[in-house]
Structure formats: C-alpha cells, structure tokens
Nanobody, 114 residues
Framework: QVQVVESGGGLVQAGGSLRLSCTAS???????MSWYRQAPGKERELLAS??????HYENSVRGRFTISRDTAKRTVDLQMHNLKPEDSAVYYC??????????WGRGTLVNVSA
C-alpha cells in the first residue's frame, strides 16, 4: 500500500500564490503523479500530471499552475499563482505505479477569498 500525503493548503486572497506538496512512500522515481481538485458539488478534476515523459496541464490551470518533482526529497509540488475564488477546493494528489494501481491522499483544503 502506497501512502500519499498532501500539505500546504490554506487561506489566501485572490491574486495570491500557494504551494502544495505531495509525498509518497515506495519507489517514488517510478510513479506518475497527478494533482486533482474537487469543489463542493462538483466532480473531481485533473489539474496537472508529471511522469516519465514530462508534464501535462489542463487548460483551466495552464499558465497559472506549475507541477514539479524533487526525487531526492520525494515530493511533487504544485505551485499556484494568481489564485481565484473559483480555485477554492480540496486538492488531492494521486500516485500511479508501474502496475497501474492508483493511490490517493486525503487532500488539502485551499480557500481563496475574494
């Protein structure tokens, strides 16, 4: 079982920045890791992924959010800039291993005030 833990959420004013971090147990360098978010009453949505072939961003966050991996620290961060109230959500990290199994963290809450 892979343990996935997110951190870094909090309250920020619109236009501000926040950096989320995700760490996972096991062979970290083999994982594809993704950030998702889920706002109240909405489905969970993919934001960005980082894996063996590079990074992927959804249109909703491209240019504002940056995903990065530090294998030595065993972290994948999501740097978020120019935050908007509609970015308020619980942010989740997902790990996919070489076998295709997926593991989720419990999430970290981001609240952007107007």
């Amino acid at each position: 079982q892979v343990q996935v833990v997110e951190s870094g959420g909090g309250l920020v004013q619109a236009g501000g920045s926040l950096r989320l971090s995700c760490t996972a147990s096991g062979p970290f360098w083999t994982y594809v890791m993704s950030w998702y978010r889920q706002a109240p009453g909405k489905e969970r949505e993919l934001l960005a992924s980082i894996g063996h072939v590079g990074e992927h961003y959804e249109n909703s966050v491209r240019g504002r959010f940056t995903i990065s991996r530090d294998t030595a620290k065993r972290t994948v961060d999501l740097q978020m800039h120019n935050l908007k109230p509609e970015d308020s959500a619980v942010y989740y990290c997902k790990v996919r291993n070489d076998g295709g199994a997926e593991y989720w963290g419990r999430g970290t809450l981001v609240n952007v005030s107007a």
